[in-house]
């Protein structure tokens, strides 16, 4: 998926071995570096691999631990290939503040017990006996792990899936570490639920907030005078949306003009998240903007911008993390309940994401946005049917945050038709159960929605990033 700031991964990848074995069992030390290699390229290639090496030594491991923090790393794999003592372990990762990925895979599926000598045992057929040893030893240096068991012989979906969970859950701490989030304007008044501390967020999630205000965004497209770029981008509109009463670059030129300053301003300054809330007068210059804006940030939401209304930061995260693991983030909150049919129905007026649309999504003109200063275009997207997930972030009364998550399957039947995005969902619990749950635990009043399950994915990234998550339902 390419996103508008591209940030990468990085993985820290290293083996232990037992040092004394490698003398006794010459044979062991090319049947070794075999197996390390055939391991990297288990490794996605969406992430940079920072490599550590096959280390039988505190000093090999002390230097792979240099490397790994000198990268920063998201992430340490460590594959264990025969039985080791965990000193070739602690010092990689001792300063290190992120999870440890024990994988513990046998290169044959099954022993020949007849033919098989001590070399062949420790190198090719040692389930490994030190999985607990390391998992005993980061729990004492207070460090988070994950155990994966499997086998190499005959490849293990079930590894490669783990390993390709864990990369996609990396990349969402990269893109907090390395981009920015610009809050424009203040959050909707009132709504004490979004309020956050910008220095505990970026002490917390590791992410940078950039204050804009909206007279500096009412000028952003004064610049842009390229008609071949403004004409491409206003088809690329039409191209995402039907218009009501139709739709013509004419029409859409003013919206692709700002979509361009917005996308050149997104690179600028290095933004991933915006949230954003407009209480002013909507006159003038002001109005023309606020009248585009929503289609205007949907077309940044295409290219992996988490564009959050009502100033809302928390959801503009949870946008940003389900559209790096799942390459969709939808904004939504409880609208109403269908007792009759036991379905929630959950969506959200504002910007959207195309990519969670089953069908084109559709724009039109609206004299009034509700709640809210001015009027102009709204836009309605048509969520995919099937398996969904939910992700809210919020925040408990010492400042940490907390993840709340929950899947459901997105059911056929009629939505609302004023212009939000809604969709019809079936929770396993019920819809009252699900209300009463959801709202238990404590979320902001958004959440942030994308087709298929992605609590597993979920439950990786707020490993990675150290936070509690509360699972709903699945």
């Known amino acids: 998926m390419s996103m508008l700031v591209e940030t990468k991964a990085r993985v820290g990848v290293f083996a232990i071995a037992l040092g004394a074995y490698l003398p006794q069992f010459p044979s062991l030390v090319p049947e070794f570096q075999a197996q390390y290699e055939q391991f990297k390229t288990m490794i996605p290639d969406t992430v940079e691999l920072v490599d550590g090496g096959i280390v039988t030594t505190k000093e090999l491991s002390q230097a792979a631990g240099d490397k790994f923090r000198a990268a920063d790393v998201d992430l340490v794999i460590l594959q264990l290939l025969t039985y080791a003592t965990s000193y070739n372990m602690l010092p990689a990762v001792r300063d290190l503040d992120v999870p440890v990925v024990l994988v513990n895979v046998q290169k044959l599926r099954a022993p020949d017990y007849e033919n098989t000598d001590t070399a062949k045992w420790l190198g ?51 893109r907090f570490r390395d981009t920015n989030l610009a809050q424009i304007g203040r959050p909707y008044p009132g709504m004490m639920d979004l309020y956050i501390d910008e220095t505990n967020l970026y002490h917390r999630m590791w992410l940078y907030t950039k204050q804009f205000d909206w007279e500096k965004m009412w000028a952003i497209a004064d610049n842009i005078t390229d008609e071949a770029v403004i004409r491409a981008k206003a088809q690329e509109i039409l191209d995402t949306f039907d218009i009501e009463g139709g739709g013509t670059v004419e029409k859409v030129w003013e919206m692709a003009r700002y979509v361009v300053a917005f996308e050149q301003w997104v690179k600028d300054e290095k933004i991933a998240f915006i949230a954003s809330h407009y209480d002013g007068f909507a006159q003038g210059k002001a109005g023309v903007l606020d009248s585009m804006l929503i289609p205007a940030f949907s077309m940044l939401i295409k290219q992996g911008v988490a564009c959050a209304v009502e100033g809302d930061i928390k959801v503009s995260m949870a946008m940003s993390i389900l559209k790096t693991i799942s390459g969709q983030g939808q904004l939504s909150e409880m609208y109403s309940i269908d007792f009759d049919k036991d379905i929630c129905i959950i969506g959200h007026s504002g910007s959207g994401d195309a990519a969670i649309s089953a069908k084109k999504p559709t724009m039109k003109i609206v004299p009034v946005f509700h709640g809210k200063t001015g009027g102009g275009y709204l836009t309605q997207f048509y969520p995919h049917l099937g398996p969904v997930t939910y992700l809210g972030i919020t925040q ?79």
């Open 124 to 174: 090719e057929l040692y389930a490994c006996g030190a999985v607990g040893e390391m998992v005993a030893d980061l729990e004492r240096a207070g460090k988070r792990h994950a155990v994966i068991t499997g086998v190499v012989e005959g490849g293990d979906p079930v590894v490669e899936a783990e390993i390709n969970d864990w990369c996609k859950a990396a990349q969402v701490r990269r």
């Open 396 to 474: 408990d009364k010492d400042g940490h945050f907390k993840f709340v998550v929950a899947e459901g399957v997105n059911e056929e039947g009629p939505i609302f038709t004023f212009g939000d995005t809604n969709m019809r969902t079936r929770f396993t619990c019920g819809a009252r159960e699900f209300v009463n749950r959801w709202s238990e635990a404590g979320p902001t009043h958004h959440m942030a929605a994308a087709s298929g399950r992605h609590i597993d994915t979920i439950l990786k990234v707020a490993e990675i990033f150290n936070v509690p998550v509360d699972v709903i339902t699945r």
